[in-house]
């Protein structure tokens, strides 16, 4: 019917706050004829940057350890988003996720730059090693 149901979303919180998508764990359960699809978008910014569509059924499962296959970002790797949307088109299967596999990319750690009261007391040091030297007459 075109309709689809929202599972997750993932919004970064902050700024500047972003990430990338990688993989997801995606089980099934339902019919085993019946076609489960789960799309992943990731947006910046209010922007939609890709769309990676996975699909699955319960019969393609069996054989699998717990029932559970792993699916990688194709469009979504390597993009740098700040909203992740996984939905599901509704139908007779019952979509899971699990491990959803997401890395921060957004600002990195600030660098550590010295203090000028460091500054100061390193030159200080450096004064009173050379005033006792001359004090001392060597």
Same mark, same amino acid.
């Given at each position: ?39 992943? @978008?990731?947006?910046? *910014?209010? #922007?939609?940057?890709?769309? %990676?569509?996975?699909?699955? =059924? &319960?019969?393609?499962? /069996? ?23 996984? @939905?599901?088109?509704? *139908?007779? #299967?019952?979509?899971?996720? %699990?491990?959803?596999?997401? =890395? &921060?990319?957004?600002? /990195? ?5 010295p203090e000028p009261a460091s500054l100061l007391l390193v030159g200080v040091g450096v004064l009173g090693l050379g005033a006792a030297r001359r004090w001392r007459g060597v």
């Amino acid at each position: 019917n075109g309709t689809s149901d929202v599972l997750l979303e993932i919004v970064s919180a902050g700024a500047p706050s972003t990430f990338t998508f990688s993989a997801l764990d995606y089980s099934v359960v339902g019919p085993s004829s019946s076609a489960q699809t789960i799309t992943v @978008s990731g947006a910046l *910014g209010g #922007n939609l940057v890709a769309t %990676d569509v996975f699909s699955l =059924n &319960a019969s393609s499962l /069996s054989g699998l350890p717990d029932g559970w296959t792993t699916k990688n970002a194709v469009n979504l790797s390597g993009r740098t988003i700040d909203q992740l949307v996984i @939905s599901f088109d509704p *139908g007779t #299967n019952t979509p899971y996720i %699990d491990n959803l596999v997401v =890395n &921060a990319t957004g600002a /990195s750690a600030p660098t550590g730059t010295p203090e000028p009261a460091s500054l100061l007391l390193v030159g200080v040091g450096v004064l009173g090693l050379g005033a006792a030297r001359r004090w001392r007459g060597v």
